[in-house]
């Protein structure tokens, strides 16, 4: 079974900055995507970064500049490097992954860690 476990998150002030940390219970190494998504209240989740295999990062334009997604193979985690932080960054974020195996594909998420960013 895999899980995964994010923490990092937190009250922070206009401008702060904090770091999210995803733990997955597997090797993250042969994953096929992962990435942060977030959800404000009374808003559908949105993508804010994501990481392929081959290591290609996406970011939403609203975060592009500010947050950095990035992951360490031999601690299993997946890291969001939040900069700069605005209050429309506050939010429930979510760490996701997959694994793609052509007809079949598998989605993994985290339960979520609160992030609030005070003006």
């Known amino acids: 079974q895999v899980q995964l476990v994010e923490s990092g998150g937190g009250l922070v002030q206009s401008g702060g900055s904090l770091r999210l940390s995803c733990v997955v219970s597997?090797?993250?190494?042969?994953?096929?995507?992962m990435g942060w998504y977030r959800q404000a209240p009374g808003k559908e989740r949105e993508l804010v970064a994501g990481?392929?295999?081959?290591?290609?990062?996406n970011y939403a334009d609203s975060v592009q500049g500010r947050f950095t997604i990035s992951r360490d193979n031999a601690k299993n985690t997946v890291y969001l490097q939040m900069n700069s932080l605005k209050p429309g960054d506050t939010a429930v974020y979510y760490c996701?992954?997959?694994?793609?195996?052509?007809?079949?594909?598998?989605?993994?998420w985290g339960q979520g860690t609160q992030v609030t960013v005070s003006s």
């Open positions: 996701h992954l997959y694994y793609d195996y052509g007809a079949i594909r598998r989605d993994y």
């Open positions: 597997v090797s993250i190494f042969d994953i096929n995507g």
């Open positions: 990481l392929s295999r081959n290591g290609r990062t």
